[in-house]
Structure formats: structure tokens, C-alpha cells
């Protein structure tokens, strides 16, 4: 294995900008234009850092839809303040209804249920395809994957480029649904026929067409990240001196490509549904309010769940493994020792996408599809967790024995750790179809999937932004608002979540706009199975939690714009890490490396007995030359 | 900046960015076509008995239309190799036959859909169901207002099984011939569209995604044909690495009909 180096071919063949920055002055020097440079670029590094802006901006646009409906769960009917005036002025009396007072006066508007239907659509939509999977996948995949494999770009620069713009497209069909009559989506982010084909309102057919070019977005990027993988590692970075991080977006990668296409399909399916009027998921003899349609019947609804969860469950994976990647990264530079189990993470990575593939209809054991088919898919279900385990084993295990630094990217590393055991563990009795059954379709599913994405991923992520600023700007994000953001954040997600365990297994239903009123004890009192007054309390206290959580995002918002300016300057190096996208100048330029990257050495070589410094970078020669880290 | 492996080919896999990528990007399409043809087999093995119509794709005009594209797939081949052996000229002319073959195919599926909006299925006040290509309507033909006739060239049956199934002794033989038709006597009548049951709707859901995928193809070819062949004169090699490219994607295109033409004509 350590002499697989002799066995690659030239790394440049024909030119090399890299040997010769005189030789190529003249293409390195040209200074492109703003939209060139910010807006049509083809540098995998300007094209991660819009894809993280603008995920970051939708992540807050979905936060604030959820805010809205959380006033909604709390206080029904009940004009909202500040708020309800400006939704009423955009999408009307219909959807945003007037409050009034005794005397007649409007004194506000509430949140109609068709309103909360289409937030509750559009923030699973946007969080999910907008906000996550093209931070995690697009955005530090984009930036970091390059650099940590020594290439000088990705393989498709121009179709990456088209990436990009296919998925702000979509977004911009997404937001335009908002205003359309009859507004966005309203049959959830899975879209359920023949519900989705039934609302009156054109916001399905735009929320088709936007994840048609999301699709599409998400696919010209995963082709292009491996053909990158494969193609554009550095001499001597064999597979198995990938950092964990490439391996765990190369999987992503896989996954994205084989999983979404056949929502692709489901989505030309349902959108002939909806706009030629097939009837691919509406069953034979559909009535609607009462009254019979003229479809000519034939579907099957059930289809489309199956089409739908067969990117779904993959998706879940896209959504978490780019975030554990970040969290071991961060988790090996900061126990400053050998990360615990490589090979078991890079097997168990390659576990958990091919068995995502073979769960999907653990999400429908209550349609009636069977119990054979039921059993099926809860035996792969309990095996998924094995490989997942073994990746959260392995984070536990590399932090025994080391000595720990703690700073804020490994603050949001370690709050990782419990946060995602918390989500895993509560999606067992939800793997099991006879648990599955009772608490299906709850608040406590609610809890458990949040818990797996928002302090699951989204610590991940802020742990990855914390991590890798100072390689974009050359700067540190200041710590100890760092720390605010943090230790606020870790309180209010579980504020947030937490009681809607309770609530869920007390039989509180999901997607209900008045949180759960009508089946309240207090509604209906004598009834068996009612909501307990402590129940509905908790509607309260959560949305006091989420405006908590929001605040506590305020320190991060203004320390990210803060520090590209004022934030400590700091060298190459920061972290005295050991892979080779610190040993590039910062900001790494167009082409990143100054020299070629020559990799000796495995990714997480820390504190190796004999050596002075306690970390060894891959590439040798560079790092003899280069590692001015501020220690 | 140079990305490594645009042209040569990388050691250790073998393979050049473009081939990996269109490889890549085939496998993502096997997953949309295998969707739409799940969607085909869970629907036709749901679909009541007798509900599921056999024979009414011009199997003719299908077999016509396989012949055209494994020819294309043909003329492909024969224009990268004549590129490999350095002879433009053979390969304009290849790859001319190419698209020349595309766009026969393109206009016999055009004919074949207007074939199909074009085919009413009349149900009458009486119980029977006139069935038939449209020929003319009156001037005043109005379904709401009831005034006017409506005229097919087709038949009239009792039932509406006797429709599903235009391979069977009893369909063959049938007369066909002018209907007129008064507005009056129509209780609801609709044309072969997608909306008119579930196998109409397959089959141009299928069948148009995958034109859309032959017309898509074409105009890469003929870029590459037209303006874009001006590389072979600056980077011949690339170019030749291009139209290998296209053409792994032209046999991909080439080889979904192979499985649509059987199941969508022919069962």
C-alpha cells in the first residue's frame, strides 16, 4: 500500500498552472468581472460558498415559516402579531384570515388551516431540498472535497456551474408558489396522492416543476463529485487515505444519483396528474367532497409512496453523512489522535447507501401494503442500524484517551454525538411495524426525525462552517459568541423537541393546524383518550422555545458577516490539521494548490510517537514549507 | 487552469472525466426509465380484469420505428470509428444518416400521437359506444347545446370490453365504416389522450419522455455535426472523445425503446 505512489501517472499532463505561476501569469492574473467572478464562476469554491448562502438564507426562511406555524399549533385562530398584518397583505383575506374583536373590528389576522397546509408543506420542502442537502452536499462538498483530494477543481467546472443555477432555479419557483392564487403546495413536503391532486391550487404543479430542476441540480452535482472522487486524487491518495469526510459525500453522491431519479419519474407521473389530467395515482371511483370526478380512475396511490420513499429514505442518508463526515473531521483535529476505526467507517458508510436503498417502505407500514412486505422491510430497517452504530461507535470511541481541545467547531462536534444518538434510538420503535402502528403519523415522529436533522445535521453543519471560515476568509469567527451560539442553541433545540415526544405518545396527531384543540379533554371533556390539559400546555412552552431558538441564531448570523472582516487573523494552518486542504494558501486561489500535493500518508496522523510536531500532515513536502499554524 | 484527464485517459481507472460522467449519468437515467417502468408493471398488474387495452398501438409503424433507431445506433458506431481512423468526411456523412433517422422516427411518433387525439370514443344515450377516427364535424356541432352531428370512421359496440382487446377474432372482423353522429344522442365522448385511461397515459408518458430523450439527443449530435465540429481541427482527440460520449447516450436512448416497443406494442 505505501508504494502505490510510483504508480500514478504524471498528475498534469500537457500544461501545469501549479509548477509555474510565471509561465501562466497572464491566465492567472486576468481579473474577471463581478458577475463572472460572484455570479457565472466556475471555481468549485465561489460556487460552495453561494450554494451555502443561499441554503443558509432558505434554512431561515424555513425557520420562520415554522415559527408562524407554531403560533398557529399554539394559539389557533388568534391573530398573530407583526406578522399576520404582513402575510395578510401578500396572500390575502382567503388564507390569512381577519380577527375581530366584540365590536366588529379587525384587530389582526390569523393563519387560516389552507395557510398552515401550505407552511407545513413548504418548510419540510425547503428545509429538505433547499436548506440541508445543498449545505451539507453542494456547499461543503463543493469546497472542501477538492481540496481535501489535491485537486485543482472539480472534473465539470461549467456543469457545475449549471448545478447551482438549476437549483436557485428551483427555488425560485418554489418562493413564486407562495404568491400564485390559491398559494404553494399544501399535501405535505411527501406530496401524497391523490391529495396533492385534489387541492385547488396551481402550487402543486410549481412545486413539480421546482424539484424537477432540483432534481436535476442535484444530479449534475453528484455525477460531478464522482467523477472528481474517482478521477482527480492526488498522487498517492488512494482510497483508503481518503479523509472520512470524501467518503462519506461520495456515498452521498451515489445516493443522490440512483435515488432521486425515480422521484423524477413520480414527479412527471403526478404532474401529468395534475395538468393532463392522467390518472396514474387517483384510484377508480375517487370522490372528492362528496361527488365523484371525472378521472378515469385505474391508479394506485400507494404508487406514489413507494416512488416517493424510494428517494426518501435515501434522502434521509444524504441529509446525515456529509454531517458526520464534518463531525469526524472536527472530531480528529480536536482529540488530536487517530480517528477510532477508519476502515469500519469507511465500510459502514458503503453499508448504510446500499441498505438505504432497501428500507423505503418502512415509511408506509400503515397503508395496508402487508404484512410479508411489512416484515421485509422491518428485518433491513433493524439492519441499517448496524453500519450507523458502528460510525457513532467509532465518533465515542475516538474521543477516549485524547486530549481534548474544545472550541466551538468541536463544541458543535461533541453536541453532535448525543443529539444524533437521540434521533436514532427513537427511530427504532418507528422501525417496527407493531409500535409503528400506534405512533405513526404523531408529534413523536416529529421529535424523532428533528432530532436526527436539526441538532443532528444542523449542528454538523455549524460545526463545518465554524471549522472551515477561517480556510475561506483567513480569518476565526469569534469564539465566544461561537460559544453563545452553541450552548443556546444545544437548550432551546431541546426545549423544542423534547416535549413533542410526550405529546406524540400521548396521541397527539401531526399537521393539525390548531395543535390538536378538538381532541383536547378540555374540547370534549369525559371522552376516553383525549389530550390532557399538561399536553396542550406544551404547545405554549414550544413556541416560546423556537422564538428562544431563533434569537440564539442572531450571535451566529452576525458573527459569520462579522468576522470576514474583523474576525482574528490567523495563517494557513489554523488548526494544525493533518489533511491536505490546510496546506493550500488561504484563501486557496483559482486552481488552489501552489505545488502539487504528493500524498504519503494516511488522513488522521496525530501525534505520532517521535515526531515534534503533534500532527503530520498527508502531503509531506508542502507541509515542510508551509504549516505556519497559530498555536 | 487545466482539469487532469479531460482528453488521456487516467491510469489507474482507465477512463477520461467525460466517459465516467456520461457512465454516471446513464446510471441515473436506468433509474428513472426503471421507475417509469415499475410504475407500468405495478399499474397493469392492478389494473381489473379486462380493463387493460391490447392492440391499440400500429405495431407496423412500432417495428418500422425499432428498425430506425438500431440503424441509427449503427451509423453511431460508424461515425466514431471513422473519426478513430482520422476520416471526417465518412463521419459527417454517418452521423448525417444519424439524425436523419432520428427525425423519421420523430415524425412517424408524431404521426402515431396524432393518430391518437384524433381516435373518439363516443358513448351513446342508447348504451352502445361508437368508436372511431374523426372525419368532420358539422358547423353548428355542439355538445352542450346538443345541435350538430359529429362524424367518425369506426364501429359500434355493445360493450366496452369488446374494445380492450383489438388483437381478438371479434375485432378484426368488425366493419368499419362512417358514423355520423348526432350531439344529441352523444352522453360523453373523449379522444385516445392521456387522460382517457391509464394505458393511454403510460404510454405517452413513456413514450414522450423518451422522444424528448431522441430529440435532446439529436440536437447534442447535431452540435457536434454542425458548429461543434471545428474542434476536430484544434483538438481532434477531445472531439472524438465527445462523439464517443454522445454516442454512449444515443445506445442508452436507443435501448429504452428496445424495452418500450415489446411492452407498450406488443403485449
Known amino acids: 500500500m505505501e508504494k502505490t505512489v510510483q504508480q500514478f501517472p504524471p498528475f498534469r499532463e500537457g500544461s501545469a498552472p501549479h509548477q509555474g505561476h510565471d509561465d501562466h501569469g497572464h491566465q492567472e492574473h486576468h481579473e474577471p468581472g463581478f458577475w463572472q467572478k460572484y455570479i457565472f464562476s466556475t471555481d468549485h469554491k465561489v460556487i460552495g460558498i453561494q450554494y451555502g448562502l443561499v441554503a443558509l438564507s432558505f434554512m431561515l426562511f424555513g425557520f420562520f415559516l415554522m415559527l408562524c406555524m407554531r403560533w398557529s399549533i399554539a394559539h389557533p385562530m388568534k391573530a398573530m402579531p407583526f406578522i399576520g398584518g404582513i402575510l395578510h397583505s401578500i396572500v390575502g383575506s382567503q388564507m390569512a384570515s381577519p380577527v375581530k374583536d366584540a365590536s366588529g373590528t379587525i384587530i389582526g389576522y390569523a393563519m387560516s388551516p389552507e395557510l398552515y397546509n401550505s407552511f407545513g408543506a413548504m418548510h ?5 431540498f433547499l436548506g440541508v442537502v445543498p449545505l451539507a452536499f453542494a456547499a461543503f462538498g463543493n469546497y472542501v472535497v477538492p481540496l481535501m483530494i489535491g485537486a485543482p477543481d472539480m472534473t465539470f467546472p461549467r456543469i457545475n456551474m449549471a448545478s447551482f443555477h438549476a437549483f436557485f432555479l428551483g427555488g425560485v419557483v418554489m418562493l413564486v408558489s407562495f404568491f400564485i392564487p390559491g398559494g404553494a403546495a399544501q399535501a405535505g413536503w411527501t406530496s401524497y396522492s391523490p391529495l396533492a391532486s385534489t387541492i385547488p391550487t396551481n402550487g402543486q404543479a410549481f412545486w413539480l416543476v421546482g424539484m424537477v430542476l432540483l432534481i436535476t441540480s442535484s444530479l449534475l452535482g453528484a455525477v460531478n463529485f464522482i467523477a472528481t472522487i474517482i478521477q482527480l486524487r492526488a498522487p498517492g491518495m488512494t482510497w483508503m487515505r481518503l479523509p472520512w469526510f470524501v467518503w462519506a459525500q461520495f456515498v452521498t453522491a451515489f445516493i443522490l444519483l440512483l435515488a432521486f431519479p425515480p422521484l423524477e419519474a413520480a414527479g412527471v407521473l403526478q404532474l401529468m396528474d395534475n395538468v393532463a389530467h392522467t390518472s396514474f395515482f387517483l384510484p377508480t371511483g375517487l370522490a372528492v367532497s362528496g361527488v365523484v370526478g371525472q378521472a378515469s380512475g385505474g391508479g394506485s396511490p400507494l404508487l406514489w409512496q413507494h416512488l416517493f420513499w424510494f428517494l426518501g ?3 434521509v442518508y444524504v441529509l446525515i453523512l456529509p454531517a458526520m463526515g464534518i463531525v469526524i473531521e472536527v472530531i480528529a483535529n480536536n482529540t488530536r489522535k487517530p480517528i477510532f476505526g477508519y476502515k469500519s467507517l469507511v465500510y459502514s458508510s458503503l453499508g448504510v447507501g446500499f441498505l438505504s436503498f432497501i428500507v423505503w417502505a418502512h415509511h ?17 430497517t433493524m439492519i441499517i442500524s448496524i453500519p450507523s452504530v458502528i460510525i457513532l461507535t467509532c465518533m465515542f470511541l475516538s474521543l477516549w484517551g485524547g486530549s481534548i481541545r474544545i472550541n466551538t467547531p468541536m463544541l458543535f462536534a461533541l453536541g453532535f454525538l448525543p443529539m444524533f444518538g437521540i434521533g436514532g434510538l427513537t427511530g427504532l420503535p418507528l422501525g417496527l411495524a407493531a409500535t409503528d402502528l400506534y405512533l405513526h403519523d404523531t408529534y413523536y415522529i416529529i421529535a424523532h426525525f428533528h432530532y436526527v436533522v436539526a441538532p443532528g445535521t444542523i449542528f454538523g453543519l455549524f460545526a463545518g462552517i465554524y471549522f472551515w471560515f477561517p480556510k475561506m476568509t483567513g ?4 469564539e465566544f459568541w461561537g460559544r453563545v451560539h452553541f450552548w443556546c442553541s444545544l437548550v432551546f433545540m431541546n426545549l423544542v423537541f423534547m416535549p413533542m415526544f410526550a405529546q406524540g405518545i400521548k ?12 381532541y383536547s379533554a378540555a374540547r370534549v371533556p369525559g371522552a376516553i383518550d383525549t389530550l390532557p390539559g399538561s399536553v396542550m400546555e406544551l404547545n405554549g412552552w414550544i413556541l416560546w422555545a423556537a422564538i428562544a431558538l431563533g434569537i440564539a441564531q442572531i450571535p451566529f448570523i452576525i458573527n459569520l458577516f462579522w468576522s470576514i472582516s474583523h474576525g482574528e487573523k490567523v495563517g494557513t494552518n489554523p488548526w494544525s490539521a493533518t489533511t491536505v486542504d490546510w496546506q493550500t494558501p488561504t484563501p486557496p486561489p483559482h486552481g488552489n494548490f501552489a505545488t502539487e500535493p504528493h500524498i504519503v500518508r494516511g488522513p488522521y496522523e496525530y501525534s505520532v510517537p517521535g515526531h515534534t510536531a503533534d500532527f503530520t500532515p498527508q502531503s509531506e513536502t508542502v507541509a515542510a514549507k508551509n504549516s505556519t499554524g497559530h498555536h | 487552469m487545466e482539469i487532469p484527464y479531460t482528453v488521456h485517459k487516467r491510469a489507474d481507472t482507465g477512463l477520461y472525466n467525460a466517459k465516467l460522467g456520461i457512465w454516471l449519468f446513464l446510471a441515473s437515467e436506468v433509474m428513472l426509465f426503471g421507475g417509469l417502468f415499475s410504475a407500468y408493471i405495478l399499474l397493469r398488474v392492478g389494473a381489473g380484469e379486462g380493463t387493460w387495452p391490447h392492440g391499440w398501438l400500429d405495431v407496423r409503424l412500432g417495428t418500422i420505428n425499432t428498425i430506425l433507431l438500431a440503424l441509427s445506433a449503427i451509423t453511431t458506431l460508424l461515425a466514431w470509428a471513422a473519426l478513430k481512423v482520422k476520416e471526417f468526411g465518412k463521419f459527417k456523412f454517418f452521423h448525417a444518416c444519424t439524425m436523419l433517422l432520428a427525425l423519421t422516427f420523430l415524425g412517424i411518433k408524431s404521426y402515431e400521437y396524432y393518430d391518437k387525439f384524433h381516435h373518439y370514443e363516443i358513448q351513446l344515450n342508447n348504451g352502445t359506444i361508437a368508436d372511431g377516427h374523426f372525419v368532420e364535424q358539422s358547423a353548428d356541432f355542439d355538445l352542450a347545446k346538443k345541435t350538430g352531428t359529429f362524424t367518425i370512421h369506426g364501429h359500434i359496440v355493445e360493450r366496452h370490453a369488446e374494445l380492450m382487446d383489438m388483437r381478438s377474432d371479434e375485432a378484426k372482423k368488425a366493419k368499419h365504416e362512417e358514423h355520423v353522429i348526432a350531439a344529441a344522442d352523444i352522453k ?12 393511454t397515459a403510460i404510454y405517452f408518458t ?10 435532446g439527443g439529436t440536437l447534442v449530435i447535431f452540435y457536434l455535426w454542425g458548429p461543434g465540429s471545428r474542434m476536430w481541427k484544434t483538438d481532434p482527440e477531445r472531439f472524438t472523445n465527445r462523439i464517443e460520449v454522445s454516442g454512449l447516450f444515443w445506445h442508452f436512448v436507443d435501448l429504452v ?5 415489446p411492452v407498450l406494442y406488443l403485449t
Open chain 2, 188 to 199: 360523453h365522448m373523449e379522444n385516445y389522450s392521456p387522460r382517457h385511461n391509464t394505458f
Open chain 2, 206 to 215: 413513456m413514450s414522450g419522455l423518451h422522444a424528448l430523450h431522441i430529440l
Open chain 1, 364 to 380: 408506509m407500514y400503515m397503508t395496508g401494503m402487508g404484512q410479508k412486505i411489512a416484515t421485509f422491510f422491518q428485518a433491513t
Open chain 2, 257 to 261: 425503446w428496445v424495452f418500450l416497443f
Open chain 1, 507 to 518: 396521541g397527539m396527531i401531526r399537521r393539525m393546524s390548531d395543535g390538536g384543540v378538538n
Open chain 1, 124 to 128: 419540510g420542502t425547503i428545509m429538505v
Open chain 1, 313 to 315: 429514505h435515501p434522502e
Open chain 1, 475 to 478: 480569518r476565526k469567527m469569534n
